[in-house]
């Protein structure tokens, strides 16, 4: 199995800051690398896919980039409604997996 | 707008069967992939695996000896089965629709079904 490591476990964050999460492949996925946001309580919704797609419907301010192992998600500046777990996953290869996911919190 | 809702029950006795419906409504099932994803309490993802609508299957491995995935394309639903389950089976369970074309990724999900091994 391709094992997800993210990049930090959790972190605190102001209104208005850039927010940088990482995460990396035990071995090249290409650009096979997914990000969703999941609010408490609240199923998993796609922001990223392929990398760097935005899905439909998801403010500008998040954006994805890299290849290979290494990817990072940014919001470039950080809303009261992106408090929330950040999940990267890999559609290199079956099964599926998932990063440990980061927590992004008030600071 | 593609919804999803799984239903079965919330309790489930060691040993026995887990079983769970995800029906989809506002789009059809046929023409697309279907997972089962559960998130044990504070743990990562994990990927069960999907069934198309044809009904071929995918199983993780880590589950595959337990694992049966079906599809009911004149009701519109999925569905999954977990046999002899323990405790470690406690988890929410999220049924999604598995997009695999050029890209591949979860796009629409139900918003989850909390399964309890107890006894």
């Known amino acids: 199995d391709i094992q997800m490591t993210q990049s930090p476990f959790s972190l605190s964050a102001s209104v208005g800051d850039r927010v940088t999460i990482t995460c990396r492949a035990s071995q090249s996925i290409s650009r096979y690398l997914n990000w969703y946001q999941q609010k408490s309580g609240k199923a998993p919704k796609v922001l990223i896919y392929?990398?760097?797609s935005l899905q439909s419907g998801v403010p500008s301010r998040f954006s994805g980039s890299g290849s290979g192992t290494d990817f990072t998600l940014t919001i470039s500046s950080l809303q009261p409604e992106d408090f929330a777990t950040y999940y990267c996953?890999?559609?290199?290869?079956?099964?599926?997996?998932f990063g440990q996911g980061t927590k992004v919190e008030i600071k | 707008q593609v919804q999803l809702q799984e239903s079965g029950p919330g309790l489930v006795k060691p040993s026995e069967t887990l079983s769970l419906t995800c029906s989809v409504s506002?789009?059809?099932?046929?023409?697309?992939?279907w997972s089962w994803i559960r998130q044990p309490p504070g743990k990562r993802l994990e990927w069960i695996g999907y069934i198309y609508y044809s009904g071929s299957t995918n199983y993780n491995p880590s589950l595959q000896s337990r694992v049966t995935m079906s599809v009911d394309t004149s009701k519109n639903q999925f569905s999954l089965s977990l046999t002899s389950v323990t405790a470690a089976d406690t988890a929410v369970y999220y049924c999604?629709?598995?997009?695999?074309?050029?890209?591949?990724?979860?796009?629409?999900w139900g918003q989850g079904a909390l399964v309890t091994v107890s006894s």
């Open positions: 999604a629709r598995y997009i695999r074309a050029t890209d591949y990724y979860l796009d629409y």
């Open positions: 506002s789009g059809s099932i046929s023409g697309y992939y």
């Open positions: 392929s990398a760097s």
């Open positions: 996953q890999q559609s290199q290869s079956f099964p599926l997996t």
